[in-house]
């Protein structure tokens, strides 16, 4: 079984700060999904990704397939970026994905 | 555009109660999932639909049944509610599987 793991499950900062959350999973996936879930409780996909790095605007997402790590980067962070941030990942030949229980950022202005 | 659009958006059952919950998307998408979100767990898969004509059981799938009425709509059934089934439901689609998905605003489902 595949596992998710995000860490930390909290994190609290300033206004302007570099923030990274971190995603390990346990076998190889197809993909790696990053997710954004609003206080109101809406999901969007932010990235999905297979290797390397991409990036839109002020978020980065890397990935690292040996490691089974990936990383997201939020640079310059602003309050309106509080929300939790999920890590799903896809298996070859699976149409489901397992999600991680995700990371609560807070903002603070 | 609309996107994923569920409905009711709040909910409450008395136990042994039935309902449906309705999920419609306008994007075409061949993949349809339901999910259940609980405090401290992530997202986990009741049933999902990869086409038209098609469903499959997910990670929690007692309780609950399914209908791919046709390619835009996909909802859920509880035929007898329990409190264990309170939660926070999310419908999502998505052309194939390894593509990103698109979800619903979710329902708030309580069952006393």
């Known amino acids: 079984k595949n596992e998710v793991e995000q860490s930390p499950q909290n994190l609290t900062a300033q206004e302007g700060e570099f923030i990274t959350i971190n995603c390990s999973y346990s076998?190889?996936?197809?993909?790696l999904h990053w997710l954004q879930q609003h206080p109101g409780g809406g999901i969007v996909s932010l990235f999905m990704?297979?290797?390397g790095k991409k990036k839109h605007g002020r978020l980065i997402a890397t990935i690292n397939i040996q490691e089974k790590h990936s990383s997201l980067h939020i640079t310059a962070s602003h309050p309106r970026d509080s929300a939790v941030y999920i890590c799903a990942v896809g298996l070859f030949g699976n149409e489901k994905l397992t999600f991680g229980t995700g990371t609560r950022l807070t903002i603070i202005p | 555009n609309a996107g994923v659009t569920q409905t009711p958006k709040f909910q409450v059952l008395k136990t042994g109660q039935s309902m449906t919950l309705q999920c419609a998307q306008d994007m075409n998408h061949n993949s349809m999932y339901w999910y259940r979100q609980d405090p401290g767990m992530g997202l986990r898969l009741i049933y999902y639909s990869a086409s038209e004509g098609t469903t499959d059981k997910g990670e929690v799938p007692n309780g609950y049944n399914v209908s791919r009425l046709n390619k835009r709509e996909f909802s859920l059934r509880l035929e007898s509610a329990a409190p264990s089934q309170t939660s926070v439901y999310f419908c999502?689609?998505?052309?194939?599987?390894?593509?990103?998905?698109?979800f619903g605003d979710g329902t708030r489902l309580s069952i006393l």
């Open positions: 990704l297979s290797s």
């Open positions: 999502a689609s998505t052309w194939t599987g390894h593509q990103p998905q698109h």
């Open positions: 076998v190889g996936i197809s993909a």
